[in-house]
């Protein structure tokens, strides 16, 4: 299993960015897959959740209607789409399936940071 995220930066407060993720080493399309974030010193929590098939997503109250997780199986990518960005935001991100957390594959992950 790989997994590669990738379009985090540094941002001003209420900018937007688009984070990618690509994986590779299973059927990307029978998993859900979702969006965690990690700040030092914390553990990693989920976000942002979308399932497949059928796309139904699913977000913490944190993020929610400023955050959109969105698939394209195609090309085994999961992107987040993050506007109205806090400072609080700041984390770094990674994409992983929840079935497949217990195998603990993660990738190198991608820092957001939010500041003015």
């Known amino acids: 299993v790989q997994l590669v995220e990738s379009g985090g930066g540094l941002v001003q407060p209420g900018g937007s960015l688009r984070l990618s993720c690509a994986a590779s080493g299973f059927t990307f399309r029978r998993y859900d897959m979702s969006w965690y974030r990690q700040v030092p010193g914390k553990e990693r929590d989920s976000v942002a959740t979308i399932a497949s098939p059928g796309g139904r997503t699913n977000y913490a109250d944190s993020v929610k209607g400023r955050f959109t997780i969105s698939r394209d199986n195609a090309k085994n990518t999961v992107y987040l789409q993050m506007n109205s960005l806090k400072p609080e935001d700041t984390a770094v991100y990674y994409c992983?399936?929840?079935?497949?957390?217990?195998?603990?594959?993660w990738g190198q992950g991608t820092q957001v940071t939010v500041t003015s």
């Open positions: 992983n399936a929840p079935a497949l957390l217990d195998k603990n594959y």
